[in-house]
């Protein structure tokens, strides 16, 4: 009978409030990203203790591992019932495509129209975190990742070594290759580069491949739609020109053994190489180790097939994803929209990201790094010209292009090559 009395008592207390804190339903919800960088922590914990005070009794545990480790461990770990509650998630057939065919991600199409998640940026780049219910159609009808970030690829360069070497930034193909040659005649190295972590040579070849292509022809290859094929002028014209620029020395010596965070960045802040590269993920992370805006610029590969607007590499960020079998999905769903909404934009901005929702103009001061970076991604974003990774299709063409950079095939054979898995459905 006590247990009767007490237990209507504790009703009556939970229902009034009147519980102490420690009493009442603890949750804690389980997030995996790829925010590695020391650069990066203190924006993601403020941004996890604004959540944490506006949900009292939840508890944030989180998990950091870079993008590669992230992806391989994601399979298993969403598989668990301890999992992640949610997760960024790379895109393309492998990653994404692979977790949706195994039932393992929760599509977030109700959620998008409950928090307005269509209206933060286009749709086309709503299409990159997209797939058919069963994975296996890119850009299909199901969302299952909102990104909190935009990227761009493209070239950072010391604005103190163009003009030690008297160069302006080029505006046509031509202009940048006399650069690279104008570099090397002078000694000095045009692009830092390493190759040791097998992705950064997607991006590198995939710039100059962007270059010398039209938009529907990477577009057709990445989605697998009809008429998709790697055997174009374009990629096999990049092939040859990358093999020419590794001969030339274009490229840090010794780039197959150097990784991207430690030696290919540090070769870059060192200046041993005059330009890198790479994404607009690593602004944040030059401008506190070069200790301001001012020392590093940033441009655009120029077209090489006459486009107005350059072609490139770009899109959102890996998305974030909710475990089809989480406990705590509207408050997963709740958690994606602080992380991919304003106040995460302005966080984001503030360390140097770019956002996947737009800038305010009036935050930008023109000629800085950040302001270059946005007007990148502006550029080719109102130009429709936001190319792709090429490892969203094909996960494995890192190890294509590693064999290409060591001649152990020509540009021919790797054109072939790519294209045999391509059409293998590998």
Do not use: C
Not at 256 to 283: C, H, K, P, R
């Amino acid at each position: 009978m006590r247990r009767r009395v007490w237990g209507w008592a504790l009703v009556l207390l939970l229902a009034v409030g009147m519980l102490p804190a420690q009493a009442q339903e603890s949750i804690t919800l389980v997030v995996w990203d790829n925010f590695t960088r020391d650069a990066e922590q203190a924006m993601i914990e403020e941004l996890h203790a604004q959540f944490e005070a506006a949900n009292p009794g939840v508890k944030i545990q989180r998990e950091s591992y870079d993008t590669s480790d992230l992806t391989a461990l994601l399979p298993r770990a969403l598989s668990e019932p301890n999992g992640p509650d949610v997760a960024m998630i790379n895109q393309g057939f492998s990653s994404m495509g692979a977790l949706v065919k195994a039932g393992l991600l929760l599509p977030l199409n109700a959620y998008a129209d409950q928090y307005g998640w269509w209206e933060r940026y286009g749709q086309s780049l709503h299409e990159r975190n997209s797939f058919s219910a069963d994975g296996t159609v890119f850009a299909g009808e199901n969302l299952y990742g909102v990104s909190n970030t935009a990227e761009v690829v493209g070239v950072y360069y010391h604005k103190a070594l163009f003009e030690e070497l008297g160069l302006s930034v080029p505006t046509t193909w031509d202009e940048f290759e006399a650069l690279v040659k104008t570099i090397i005649e002078a000694g000095r190295t045009p692009i830092v580069f390493g190759s040791l972590d097998g992705w950064p040579a997607i991006h590198t070849y995939g710039a100059i491949e962007h270059a010398f292509s039209q938009p529907e022809e990477i577009d057709r290859f990445i989605y697998r739609s009809e008429g998709g094929t790697f055997n174009t002028p374009g990629n096999l014209i990049a092939a040859q020109k990358f093999v020419e620029w590794i001969d030339a020395g274009a490229f840090s010596p010794g780039f197959e053994g150097m990784d991207y965070d430690n030696a290919t960045l540090s070769a870059f802040l060192n200046q041993e190489g005059v330009m890198w590269i790479t994404g607009s993920w690593m602004t944040g992370t030059l401008i506190e180790q070069l200790g301001g805006e001012d020392a590093v610029g940033f441009f655009l590969v120029p077209s090489a097939v006459g486009l107005e607007t350059p072609y490139a590499i770009g899109g959102v960020g890996l998305g974030y994803g909710i475990r089809a079998t989480s406990q705590h999905a509207d408050l997963a769903a709740a958690y994606i929209d602080l992380m991919t909404g304003p106040d995460a934009a302005a966080k984001l901005f503030e360390n140097g990201f770019l956002p996947a929702v737009a800038v305010d103009a009036s935050l930008l001061t023109e000629g800085t790094l950040t302001a270059e970076v946005v007007e990148a991604w502006n550029t080719i974003s109102a130009g429709d010209t936001v190319g792709h990774y090429l490892d969203w299709t094909m996960p494995d063409i890192a190890a294509d292009i590693q064999e290409l950079m060591a001649k152990v095939v020509t540009p021919e054979q790797f054109i072939a090559n790519v294209e045999a898995d391509y059409t293998a459905g590998r």
